[in-house]
């Protein structure tokens, strides 16, 4: 590709080699502007959907984004490349013309030569050729718009300054007379027009300047003009030159309608989306929520900044303290007097009862276009007498709780950041280069910050504070969990004191729970869970739960009845509970291994009814502590065990920590139902953990451990321990554990001696799922050595045992197996027939792993049968299955659906 350029400054255009280039429909081009306004710099997929779909995105949006990416590809090749974060356009292939702009400023500013700036100015000042993004702006991309325009002005500003001290009084007039009739409120350049005019000998012209500024903003704002350009009035009336400072800047506005919101810190990053959603809102109240410390007042403070030109009578500013460590929170009638008073209501004359103020605040307001920003709320009682009457006023609340009786008003909960986001926080506060030099430590420390914004900052001003340490020592030291959230403290910042607030006013056995789950690692909590962790019934949890949320200490998790904890806020809790006796922490998380090994024994009696040693080995039923979830079907066992996923490897640790036997029946116990949605790798460190820990009935485990070892593809590994639990179960006289694990030995080593002496085991007993699995095995075998015949004939008998034996489990994987062997010799009509089969088979039983892969090898037997369109309906199918079972990851889900006929994932095996 040759020498392309991307225009954003008026329709976006793109030209390689000079030569304008079409691109197909208006997203595409959408999409383009938001990569090229931060050329250089990766865009994530979030991002984009937030600038160019805002509030209404699609639900096949990144599917959207991805035919939009493909798109800009044909047209820039690689210049559009993939990272790991979304996408980047490329500073090396590409010029964009906003960013030209943007270095031509900066190249300006640190010129010596007036006149070298001037031309620099001015170069970029004509790469505007219109309204920036014509015809293509959203509510996320009107924020970019606005960006631009500043730029613009900021450009125009320092040219004419220059151009002033360079003394083209009357060069410029012409020019400062259009910037002031395209923005005639703008008073830094009607200033700069009556400089150039005065200057001129066109005195008269000047002051007629002046008369027609203050004029407009009489009549449009009832205001008078700064007192920068009431004094240079003065000084053109005077002749009084000595007064003239061509350089001089107005000052910021005149106080005759209140500006009392807090400026927005120059640290503020991260919170795009949420910023594009506010300002996108119609609604005359924006609720903003959140827990302590992420950053709720500096998006309100950023929303009030975008929103002031539109409020000219004035920005109204409290802080209620509703959530300030050790402060009261703020009366009303305190806070309407406070306002009043901004308004110019003398004292006499402020009424002395909430009522009265509150009627008479409503009065001074009505007809205003007022802002009003209401920080750090305790309730809705608080903030319904401060808000303002009328139409045309608009009011800010920050709060921690959802204030869901505020009417009219557009909600929105602000959680924590990412790690990119965090980490560019940071370095806003250090300094890029501190944070480029160690990339590695800048992220863990904004981990171990639980990527709360008050945290990172704290971190932030210790660093500063400290210039002598690496960030890497700081990540060290807020490593040790035992002393983080000392370290994350300066002045009178900490995060200890902002999460006390949370736990004011909790009942007493609200403290306990939350105790109680600081004690634990777990990614989230259902309500079950945490009724056996407390040793009450759910429905008296549930309330306790309900506060908690309330008081922003949990938040609500991925599903219903389900609770997440912020990692800072679990290490309080667990200082928090050292209150509680050891013998009281132990018994809660020995309730609450059980309620899991519980859990897991139910679905494991459904799963495989015949397999009685997973349902009693470690644990006998009469030393369990807590009853476990009552499933209604297979279909809610494998919603719990998804919700579940993330604690897997954890309840394992914490089971160890027992001491009992707990470990190794946790173990037993989930290898079917969990192994029935996959989960290798986790049931891997399950498995090992077992085998480090405990001596006692590890051959089950053994067993399992060879199963997915062999999944993986680690057969040494798996004809090592599958070898020792053989040996195991033939000196127990197991004779029926002897033979299935044989089988899967078979599998591991690829020795036939070990089926037929499985087979022979078999015909001791009625179950004849021995010797069918046997066989199954057996048929792999023949089949490596190309005898698709033989190897057909093993299951075709194999299928012949299950279903006598009932085993609709083994049905679908005998099935599977024939769909998969005709496939490789070309039986094609056959294999269709034998997979359709075995996907329903799979699906009846919630084998969902197994039920994914077959319907992946079924659509690859129908796109070869020329049936493409079905056979991409099916494909569709197994990737959406894939991706709730997590094996396979959303960002791979674009290049799956690019391909024609993409290979099977590794991760999708149809054998658990």
Known sequence: MGAAEVRVLGPVEVLVDGEPVELPGRRSRQVLAALAVDVGRSVSVERLVDLVWSHDPPKSVRTQVAIQISALRRALGEAVETTAEG?????????????????????AREQDCADDAVGLLRAALKLWRAEPLVGLRTPGLEIVVRGLGELRTTLADELYDAELRLGRHREVINELRALVEEDPLRERFRAKLMTALWRSGRKVEALEAYQAGRNLLVEQLGIEPDPKLRDLHQAILADDHAADEADAEPAPPAAVAPAEVPSTSPTFTGREAELAKLLGSTARRLALNGPGGVGKSCLAWQVAAALAPEHPDGQLYVNLHGATPGTEPLAPLDVLRRFLRSLGLPDRDIPSTEDEAAARFRTLTAGRRLLVVLDDALNGSQVRPLLPAGPDATTIVTSRSVLADLEDADHLAVGGMDDVRSVELLAR?????????????????????????????????RLVGRPDWALATFAARLRDE????????????????????????????????????GTLELDELGLEAAAALDGRAPRAVRRDLDQLVEARLLEPGAGPDRFTVHDLVRLDARERSAQLSATERDEAARRLVHFFLESLRTASRLYAPHSAWRVTTGVADHELRASGMAFADRQAIIDWIRAESG?????????ASLGGGELVAYAVALHVPVGSQGYWQERREIYELVLAESTADVA???RDLG???CHLGLFDRARVVLEQAVRTFRDRGDAYLEADTLVLLAEADGEVDHLRRARALSQRFDDYRLEANALVAM??????????????????????LYRTQGSTTGIGRALGK??????????????????????????????????????????????DLGHVDEARRHRDAAIELGVRLGAIAPDQVEALKAEPRPPRPGSLRSDP
């Open 647 to 655: 604690n897997l490897v954890r309840l394992a640790h914490l089971a």
């Open 779 to 800: 048929s792999e075998l023949l089949a490596k050595g190309g005898e698709y015949a033989d190897a057909r004939g093993c299951l075709e008998k194999a299928l012949d």
């Open 707 to 709: 199963l997915v070892c």
């Open 700 to 702: 089950y485990v053994q």
């Open 87 to 107: 996408y980047r356009l490329r500073d090396d292939a590409v010029r964009v013309d906003a960013d030209r702009a943007e270095r031509a400023l900066r190249e």
């Open 818 to 863: 024939l769909g998969e062997l005709c496939q490789r010799s070309g039986d094609l009509e056959d294999a269709a027939s034998y997979l359709s089969q075995a996907v329903e088979a799979c699906r009846k039983v919630g084998m969902s792993l197994r039920e994914a892969a077959r319907t992946w090898d079924l659509a690859d037997v129908l796109h």
């Open 482 to 517: 035992r002393n983080r959230l000392d370290e994350l403290q300066y002045g009178d910042l900490a995060v200890r004191a902002s999460l006390a607030v949370g736990w004011q006013g909790l009942n007493d056995t609200a403290t306990r729970l939350l105790g109680l789950i």
């Open 429 to 461: 506060l250090v300094g890029t280069a501190r944070v480029a030099a160690e990339p590695h430590a800048a992220t863990e420390v904004v981990q171990q910050c639980g990527r709360l914004p008050l945290a990172v900052k704290i971190a932030g001003a």
